[in-house]
């Protein structure tokens, strides 16, 4: 239900009136820098100031040139606005604007040009304060501008009650007004508006609560019929659950006949089991008995065995005890005998230290009669001697980058091809995630010796894992007994190595692959022989096994 448009009413009212509770007139929108500010109309103006304070307003602010210009009127008498005192202008200026209604806004305008700088669009509730304070305490001319400004300003900060006290107040002080001064007939009409405003309001309460009271029926009425569609709903749920139990119930029962017809039957069916295992159970034990006779009877052969064995355990000790006698001679004898042996290789020992002294000193008589030569001299019918070293880590990576693998035993073959291998090293580098037990035991019996390293992990995940250094040093201790020294590695660490086994007289020839093999390396060594699909197989070859060149020493 939409509110009544609510009737006009005429200023000079002298009640307290809210304008948040009850529509006003219109209200003006003043044009600003910052925009447009709404600003009170008449009514709300002359709510916040009441009769006395437009009384001071009108009688203190406007000229009285420039207001009868605006009102266009005169006295009953026919006198001229501006011959009349200041209070009784007042009073014919609120009179008329009852009866016209254009004359307000007219009025207005006036008032705010008068103000001046003076009129704010806003007011801060503790400057109002301040200056109503200040117009209390000292009235002074300005008080009807700065009760313009406060009841102009869109929002004064204070209520309307505390700002007509305070007009009310300060118009007494500075008008002189005594009490009961206000006209009778602007008294009157403020009475007759006061009571008109004040029904205007109890009817708007009481349509208000018959608003509110037909929207708590309105609310009630449908909170009822959402409970009779709940309640329908209920009804039906319990109809199918009643359902629901019966067709359950007659299941109930048909389960336990069925119950009971199962029992009946699982009872004939053990009775029936019973009587079969009875029979196995009969049949069993006739086994077992059968079983029992015969263990007895091999127990009974196997107790006469023991008492035979043990009758040629006797007679065994007999002879043991005679065979040491004999051996104790015979130890005897040995002992005696090796005595001899021992004197007589002690003569031949020292015959051939002699021998050994004076092959010496002719050797030290030639080597002073010729120059030391650096290499080795051998005759050339006479077998060389080999070492092969494998750096397998190397060879592995350099194998992968062709998609194959090192034919370990076709490598050994290339290398002591008419020579005599004497040592053949594999250095491997093990990982913990891979098992290479197999490949090896596949070294292994390949004649070669196998060297293990666990592959050390740092703590930044970075692995560490060479055999450098000690593929050195064995190179190093076995050049005495060789002629040969075979390098199967691309690794350019090795050339020290290299130039230190070719100034104790070596032949130093490597083994790697063209693209992997250092430089330095290949250029140092006495030959370089690079690998190639010979001494290579695919991932999935298997060989059979050939025989391996070994020697007397070849696990040395």
Partial sequence: MKPPLRKRIHPLRTGCYDRRDHPVAPEVKA?????????????????????????????????????????????????????????????????????????????????????????????DEKEVRRHIAEMIREPSADAAQILHCIARASRPGLAVAEIRAAAEIVAGQVLDLESGSVPKRTAKVASDRASLRALEQERRELEIQVRRLEGQLHRTLERSAKQEEILAKRAAETMDLQRSAKSARDQLQQLERELISQRK???????????????EITTALRKLTREQRRTSSALEKVRALERERRDVLKEQAKGLLRLGDLIEKVVFHNEAQSRLEAAAQSAILKELSDIRASVERSDDKNRKASPASPTKNRSRTETRRVGVFVDVQNMFYGAREKGARLD??????????????????????ESRDIDQSAFIHLLQMKAYEVKRKPLRVRHDKSAKGNWDLEMALDALSAAADLDIVVLVTGDGDFVPLVHQLKRQGLRVEVYGFRRSTAPDLAQACDRFIPITRKLLRKPTERKTARKTPTTRDARA
């Fill in 408 to 429: 370990f035993e076709a490598l050994l073959e290339t290398t002591c091809k008419d020579r005599q291998l004497v040592r053949a090293v594999a250095y491997l580098v």
């Fill in 265 to 279: 039957r699982t009872e004939a069916l053990l009775e029936k089991r019973a009587k079969e295992r009875t029979g």
């Fill in 31 to 123: 044009a600003s820098s910052g925009g447009d500010v709404v600003q009170p109309g008449w009514d709300s103006y002359l709510d916040r100031l009441g009769p006395t304070g437009l009384r001071l307003i009108l009688a203190s602010l406007p000229d009285a040139k420039e207001l009868a210009a605006v009102v266009g009127q005169e006295t009953d008498a026919g006198a001229p606005l501006t011959d009349l005192d200041p209070l009784s202008r007042a009073d014919i200026v609120a009179d008329l604007c009852l009866e016209d209604s254009s004359l307000p806004p007219r009025l207005l305008d006036l008032l705010d040009r008068e103000a001046g700088e003076r009129l704010r669009r806003t007011w």
